[in-house]
């Protein structure tokens, strides 16, 4: 991996800092991509919009977008920094108690935020049975997952693009409301070639009355 565009921003609700270095991987990719539009890969940049800040004393969500940039700093800063690299901290790393206490939080306010959290927590809900075929949620988790997917059907009140009409179908299948899976992906007109393939294979879980999450294409 080569870094790139590096920045040092900061907490809005503190100053503690982060440096937010992306980064540009010259090997090959391999990657797995999965129906509820998560992607696992040895090299793919993990998606920082949403941070829990470190800094034990504040421990707030907040949207990277928000952070404040820090211009300039001082060589001394520079050869003892004082961050902390965000590239593990992005919603895909954080805990799901993490995303949950987060829809309590201020963060959660608005219904755009609402659903990234909900999002994030669907995908780390379905990495515990997500490579496993032969495992099951327990009772608990699979509550929580149905729970999760039903009040994402509801914030998705406004479909777009092929890929929301796709995403919302998925939920719709995840949450064992087959009918309603398939009906949405029959409204579907004019999809690529790309969202055609994965709205079949949705299509065609949900007549099987298959309800998990599955591994839809591998790039190796």
């Known amino acids: 991996m080569s870094p790139t565009n590096f920045k040092i921003i900061s907490c809005p609700h503190c100053e503690q800092l982060y440096e937010n270095a992306s980064n ?7 990657e797995d991509y999965y129906s509820d539009g998560y992607v696992s890969s040895i090299s793919y940049l993990k998606i920082r919009s949403i941070l829990k800040c470190v800094n ?19 060589l001394d800063e520079l050869f003892d920094p004082k961050w902390v690299n965000i590239f593990r901290l992005g919603g895909y790393e ?9 829809l309590n939080s201020e963060y959660c306010k608005t219904a755009v935020n609402e659903k990234k959290v909900r999002t994030f927590l669907l ?15 327990s009772p608990e988790i699979k509550q929580k997952a149905l729970a999760n997917g039903e009040k994402l059907i509801v914030l998705l009140d406004e479909l777009t693009i092929v890929q929301d009409y796709i995403f919302k179908a998925e939920l719709y299948r995840e949450c064992g ?6 009906n949405l992906l029959l409204a579907i007109k ?9 709205k079949e294979k949705i299509f065609s879980a949900a ?7 599955f591994c839809m294409a591998y790039f190796r």
């Open 123 to 137: 995908w780390k809900y379905n990495n515990s049975i997500r490579k496993a075929v032969e495992t099951e949620f």
């Open 207 to 213: 007549k099987l009355k298959y309800d998990r999450v």
């Open 94 to 102: 954080m805990e799901a108690e993490d995303l949950e206490a987060a």
């Open 56 to 74: 034990a004393a504040c421990g707030k969500i907040f949207n990277i977008n928000e952070a404040k940039e820090v211009p300039k700093m001082g």
């Open 24 to 30: 540009v991987s010259l090997s090959i990719r391999e």
């Open 177 to 182: 409301q087959f009918d309603e899976c398939i």
């Open 190 to 198: 004019n999809e690529s070639g790309k969202e055609r393939i994965v």
